[in-house]
């Protein structure tokens, strides 16, 4: 049974910073493309960023190209998401999700974890 479970959501103010985890159990996580993304109140889910299977290659939205971070670790099975410079538009449920075909394309993405929240008080 493939699972996708984050964590590391939370309240915190403007300008500050936290730092998600995404913990993948039950796929060849080497294999796989992690993806972050996330839907704020009443708007469509939008892509954050994604990390190849290797690691060596990351993507990210020209939203937060900067101040956002992705790095995975292939031995704990898990990506991390290290978010700086926060602002109030970046409150959203956060989602990791993977795919075999790196893609900015949500549709591709085969497995996802239930979200965690983030709230940016200004």
């Known amino acids: 049974q493939v699972q996708l479970v984050e964590s590391g959501g939370g309240l915190v103010q403007a300008g500050g910073s936290l730092r998600l985890s995404c913990v993948v159990s039950g796929l060849t996580f080497s294999r796989y493309t992690i993806a972050w993304f996330r839907q704020a109140p009443g708007k469509e889910r939008d892509l954050v960023g994604f990390a190849l299977s290797s690691g060596g290659f990351t993507h990210y939205a020209d939203s937060v190209k900067g101040r956002f971070t992705i790095s995975r670790d292939n031995v704990k099975n898990t990506v991390y998401l290290q978010m700086n410079s926060l602002k109030p538009e970046d409150t959203a449920v956060y989602y990791c999700?993977?795919?075999?075909?790196?893609?900015?394309?949500?549709?591709?993405?085969?497995?996802w974890g239930q979200g965690t929240q983030v709230t940016v008080s200004s």
């Open positions: 999700a993977a795919t075999t075909v790196p893609t900015v394309a949500e549709s591709r993405y085969d497995y």
